[in-house]
């Protein structure tokens, strides 16, 4: 079981870090990623990063201004997220998959958190 949580209200240009706690051990080489959804809108593949850390992907929307971190031994996930724009709004969900998928296909992953929102006002 993931829970995410760090998610707030925040004025555009702050800084929030969202953290995706597992329960249990994440499987070994598990591939993680990020991902988020806005009101009406399908929901988006915001980071990836593979279990040795020393791959990692971002999408265009958020590089230079998110960084991705994983903690193994603690199953943890952060996502550091500086300089927040109004269209960063939505909720976001972490996600892992166990066959060490970490692209922008949902449908790979095999666990996801329940979600933490994420408000930037202008």
């Known amino acids: 079981q993931l829970q995410a949580s760090g998610g707030g209200s925040v004025q555009a240009g702050g800084a929030l870090r969202l953290s995706c706690a597992a329960s249990?051990?994440?499987?070994?080489?598990?591939?993680m990623a990020w991902f988020r959804q806005a009101p009406g809108k399908e929901r988006e593949w915001v980071v990836g990063?593979?279990?040795?850390?020393?791959?990692?992907h971002y999408a265009d929307s958020v590089k230079d201004r998110f960084t991705v971190s994983r903690d193994n031994a603690k199953n943890t996930m952060y996502l550091q997220m500086n300089s927040l724009k109004p269209e960063d709004t939505a909720v976001y969900y972490c996600?892992?998959?166990?066959?060490?998928?970490?692209?922008?296909?949902?449908?790979?992953?095999?666990?996801w958190g329940q979600g933490t929102l994420v408000t930037v006002s202008s």
């Open positions: 996600a892992v998959a166990r066959t060490g998928w970490y692209g922008s296909t949902p449908g790979n992953y095999n666990y």
């Open positions: 990063v593979s279990w040795s850390r020393k791959s990692i």
């Open positions: 249990g051990r994440i499987p070994s080489s598990a591939g």
